[in-house]
C-alpha cells in the first residue's frame, strides 16, 4: 500500500479526539510531502539535526514534534520552529528550553517522559521525580516552557498484557495531574502508542499516537 493509503486508514480507524503524529524519521523528504499532500500536517523526528533539515525544505504550516531523546547543547536549532517536545526528562533540560524560548520569543510546548517500561534503558521520570519536579520553585520561574502533557514507551515485547499494565500505569499518572493547572503547566495530552501498539494504547486512554512505519513502511 502507499503512504497516502496507509495514512488513510490509520486517520479513519482513530477516534476524533486522538492526534496523528506522522513519524518521519530516516524517511526522505518526498515520502513526508506524499504524507502532507495526504493532508498529515504533524510530523515526528527525533533527531535534531534532520528535522531542522526537513523543516527547512517543506512546507511552513506542518507542525514539527520532535520524540526522541534530546542533548541539551542541540535545543538552540529547533527552539525558533519546533511545535511540540516530546521527550522531556530532566529540569536541566526544562532549563535550556526555556532560556532558547525567551531568545526567540516563544513559548514551547512540552511533554514530561515518564518511565514505565521495565528495560532500564528507556528515558523517563518516575513518578516521584515528576512529583518534584513540577513542585520545585525553579519549574515554577520557567514562564516560556510550557507543559501540556505526558510521554511515555512500553517495554518492547510481544507481551500484550505487559503493554497494556504500562500504559494503564501511565494513564493513572496523567488523571493524577489533569486538575493541575498553574501558569506553565496543563497537562491534557497523553502521548503513546507507536505502530504496534496504538490500538491498546487509545483503549487505555492516549490522546497521542506517534506512527511511523505503519505510515512510511519499514526502516
Ligand atoms: C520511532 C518512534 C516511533 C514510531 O515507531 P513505529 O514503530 O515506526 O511506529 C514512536 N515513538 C518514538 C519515541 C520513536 O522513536
Known amino acids: 500500500m502507499s503512504i497516502k493509503e496507509n495514512l488513510l486508514k490509520i486517520k479513519s480507524s482513530l477516534p476524533e479526539n486522538v492526534t496523528l503524529v506522522a513519524v518521519s524519521k530516516t524517511k526522505p523528504v518526498a515520502d513526508l510531502l506524499e504524507a502532507y499532500n495526504t493532508g498529515q500536517r504533524i510530523f515526528g523526528e527525533n533527531k535534531i539535526q534532520e528535522m531542522t533539515e526537513k523543516w527547512e525544505q517543506m512546507p511552513k504550516d506542518i507542525q514539527w514534534?520532535?520524540?526522541?531523546?534530546?542533548?541539551?547543547?542541540?535545543?538552540?536549532?529547533?527552539?525558533?520552529?519546533?511545535?511540540?517536545?516530546?521527550?522531556?526528562?530532566?529540569?536541566?533540560?526544562?532549563?535550556?528550553?526555556?532560556?532558547q524560548a525567551i531568545k526567540n520569543n516563544r513559548i514551547i510546548d512540552c511533554l514530561l517522559q515518564i518511565h514505565i517500561a521495565e528495560e532500564e534503558t528507556k528515558f523517563g521520570l518516575n513518578e516521584e521525580e515528576l512529583k518534584e519536579l513540577l513542585?520545585?520553585?525553579?519549574?515554577?520561574?520557567?514562564?516560556?516552557?510550557?507543559?501540556?502533557?505526558?510521554?511515555?514507551?512500553?517495554?518492547?515485547?510481544?507481551?500484550?498484557?505487559?503493554?497494556?499494565?504500562?500504559?494503564?500505569?501511565?494513564?493513572?499518572?496523567?488523571d493524577n495531574y489533569q486538575?493541575?493547572?498553574?501558569?506553565?503547566?496543563?497537562?491534557?495530552?497523553?502521548?503513546?502508542?507507536m505502530s504496534g501498539d496504538y490500538q491498546l494504547a487509545i483503549a487505555c486512554g492516549s490522546t497521542m499516537v506517534r506512527i511511523g512505519s505503519s505510515i512510511f513502511g519499514g526502516r
Do not use: W
Open 135 to 174: 513542585a520545585s520553585e525553579s519549574f515554577k520561574n520557567l514562564i516560556n516552557i510550557r507543559i501540556v502533557g505526558l510521554m511515555g514507551m512500553a517495554t518492547f515485547t510481544e507481551n500484550q498484557s505487559q503493554i497494556k499494565k504500562e500504559f494503564i500505569h501511565l494513564k493513572s499518572i496523567f
Open 179 to 193: 486538575q493541575l493547572k498553574t501558569e506553565n503547566c496543563q497537562i491534557n495530552t497523553l502521548s503513546m502508542g
Open 65 to 99: 514534534h520532535m520524540i526522541g531523546h534530546i542533548q541539551t547543547n542541540k535545543v538552540k536549532f529547533m527552539a525558533p520552529y519546533v511545535s511540540l517536545i516530546h521527550g522531556v526528562d530532566s529540569l536541566k533540560l526544562l532549563e535550556e528550553i526555556n532560556k
